[in-house]
């Protein structure tokens, strides 16, 4: 907000510290100190990093004309300039997202060369083989090359997770597309050691604490 928004924040007593009502805009504040706005609680760091369950229908875009876009999902409490998606999720593909508005940490895990794993849960529309698990794990040979080796652990008949260390255009799609099989339902579940938090709702957002953070880039 602007300056003269947030003075009007203020004098309207919509500003707590350490839970007692200020409505001065020079009221000191410390570093220690908890700052709330409307009840939500004012970030001081310097950057934000965001876990998204995204849903289907969005599309990893900080703008789009005629697209819903992540960001709508933002809350105005999490929401601050300069945001973005660390990585891609297609329209239809759902589950774990970060957005954040730190360039450096979206490269360190999106990088090839920091080899940064991304599980996913995958459905099919014909059965998971042996011979699927057996070439992805030697490396799947698509047009633009043969993919990295990929870990690929069955589920159910038709379902199974997918580990990539690398990121190419609908790569699941086109690794399964070799053999004939079609991708009817695709959830990214974990980057690194992260999960997708169970108690986050499909198409809500949190912020991340430092301990999440770690295991982002840590387990590789």
């Known amino acids: 907000m602007s300056r003269k928004d947030a003075k ?4 309207h007593g919509k500003v707590t510290v350490n ?8 009221h000191k504040v410390s570093e220690s100190d908890e700052i709330l706005l409307d009840g939500n609680k004012i970030s001081k760091n310097k950057h934000i990093y ?6 289907q229908g969005y599309v990893s875009a900080t703008e789009d004309e005629s697209q819903h876009t992540v960001l709508e999902l933002v809350p105005p409490e999490l929401f601050r ?13 759902t589950g774990l ?21 991304k599980s996913y849960a995958v459905t099919l529309d014909i059965p998971v ?28 008949k038709y379902d199974c997770t997918v580990t990539l260390f690398e990121g190419r255009y609908h790569q699941i799609k086109r ?8 991708v009817t339902a695709l959830k990214r579940i974990s980057i690194g050691g992260f999960s997708l938090p169970e108690n986050l709702p499909e198409g809500q957002c949190r912020e991340l604490d430092e301990s999440e953070l770690d295991l982002i880039e840590k387990d590789r």
């Open 129 to 156: 083989t042996a011979e699927m698990k057996e070439a992805f794990e030697k490396g799947v040979a698509l047009s633009d090359g043969v993919c990295k080796p990929a870990g690929l652990a069955f589920g159910g």
């Open 50 to 55: 965001i876990v998204l369950n995204k849903p």
């Open 175 to 182: 690794m399964f597309g070799c053999f004939g099989a079609k």
């Open 81 to 93: 300039k300069g945001l973005f998606p660390a990585g891609r999720l297609d329209k239809d593909t």
């Open 8 to 11: 009007i924040a203020v004098s």
């Open 97 to 117: 997202m970060i957005i954040t508005d730190d360039g450096d940490f979206a490269h360190r895990i999106l990088s090839p060369k920091k080899h940064v794993k």
């Open 19 to 26: 839970g007692a009502v200020v409505k001065l805009s020079d």
